[in-house]
């Protein structure tokens, strides 16, 4: 099957299931995908093609011998490389870790052998997945940023080396590459995904991501992955969300949209909000006002500080052996969070963590007379230049109240770049989220 890479992952299952493509053949197209690019995108830092087609091809015997398949069978993921796999390296990004080889799964990547997925290898990711950029360039224009910290996640799905890929979030690590890449992106709900053997940034923040190039490609594997794991403290014991089956149903009414302007609206590129603007007008046409526009409360303005706050204060905590032993080896924008962390006052990391509830409390009102908040994904495209990984600040908020997020490539730049639109649903409304956004689709395609 020609460009077999390029296909999604609901496409490929059904084309294994009719016999028109075997594993193989599918992990076989995407190492010439990676042979034929990987020098200009740099999207993986540990491949090993004789172990993927070897999982290939056992995944092909399971279907020839007629055993039970899961969902994922036979289909390649990529792994961002802080979370830990047996059978590969894990050195987050960082030549502190050169050479670390764990000896255990993350539960995430043995649910994912669970269902039957392909570990095609470990993605790039930032620097210890904070700010350094790694050594990934954007598919669209590798003059630009992928953005960070999933990186490789994103760039891997966008270049059609992978049809799936997981990274995390702890501002805007899986939102912001997925619209700088022009592909899919969803963080879930706070503890809806199990961290265990995830290297830790900050536990209240700290959120599993996937990647894909659909919205059903999304909820494909997020319903594999989205499973009680005891060991993740933040995890409780709930049913699981069956997001594709949701989203395949039709909402009870329309959807009611809040399009929402955040404090940092003012920073967005003019053709950003141009685009936004004339995406709001094509869904309130004919008098249908579908979508409002509003504006947060003023207590917002104080998120991206205490946001901070938490965020550094934890790297400060969680990074001290590195800083101690190895700060010669970090760069000196993690050197700079870590010391600015190991200065936040105990009562005002604290009080970050009330003001979670106080922000919760004022996004559940909005929740309680809309669907999902439309918001940007970024300030615009992915910047020139590879030096950063562009600015989280669209993501911030939805990070630090634990909502489910999804990006969406709706809009392009001038230039021909792509621009993710946020979609964002109350916490652990992440099916809901999912049939929402499918309805807003099909209502832009009619």
Known sequence: MNNANFLTALEVREALQQGLLSSTQ????????????????????????????????????????????????????????????????????????????????????????????IILGKTVTTELAVMAPGKTRNPHNTAHTPGGSSSGSAAAVAAGMVPLSVGTQTNGSVIRPASYCGVYGFKPSFGR????????????????????????????????????????????????????????????????????????????????KDGLRE??????????????????AALFKDIYQDHQNIMEADLARNFAREYRDGKSQLSSVLCEMIERGQGV???????????????????????????????????????????KTGSPLMNTIWTFCGNPALSIPLLQSP??????????????????????????????ND
């Open 345 to 387: 006052l105990a009562t005002d990391y604290n009080a970050a963590l009330l003001r979670m509830r106080e922000y919760n409390q004022s996004l559940e009102e909005i929740f309680d007379e809309y669907d999902a908040i439309i918001t940007p994904s970024t300030f615009g495209p992915a910047p020139s230049g590879l030096e």
């Open 415 to 444: 230039e021909g770049l792509p621009v993710g639109v946020q979609m964002v649903a109350g916490k652990n409304d992440d099916a809901r989220l999912f049939r929402t956004a499918r309805w807003l689709l099909e209502y832009l």
């Open 279 to 296: 995406l709001i007008d094509n869904v309130n046409q004919e008098n249908r006002k579908i979508i409002d526009v509003i504006d947060l």
């Open 26 to 117: 599918l992990v076989e197209a995407c190492f010439e995908r990676i042979d034929e690019i990987e020098q200009e995108i740099g999207a993986w830092t540990h491949l090993d093609k004789a172990l993927a087609l070897e999982q290939a091809r056992q995944a092909d015997e399971f279907r020839r011998r007629g055993l039970a398949l899961g969902p994922l069978h036979g289909i390649p993921v990529g792994i961002k490389d802080i979370i830990d796999t047996f059978d590969y390296p894990t050195e987050r990004g960082s030549v502190i870790y050169q050479g670390r080889t764990p000896s255990e799964d993350a539960t995430l990547v043995a649910l994912l052998r669970e269902a039957g997925a």
């Open 193 to 272: 995904i199990s961290r265990y053997r995830v290297l830790t940034q900050s536990e209240p923040l700290d959120t599993i991501g996937v990647f894909a190039r659909s919205l059903e490609d999304l909820a494909l594997i997020a319903d594999v992955l989205m499973r009680y794991d005891s060991r993740d403290s933040a995890m409780q014991p709930m049913a699981a969300p069956a997001i594709a089956s949701i989203m395949a149903q039709e909402p009870p009414l329309d959807p009611h949209f809040a399009f929402v302007r955040t404090p940092m609206w003012d920073q967005l590129e003019a053709s950003s």
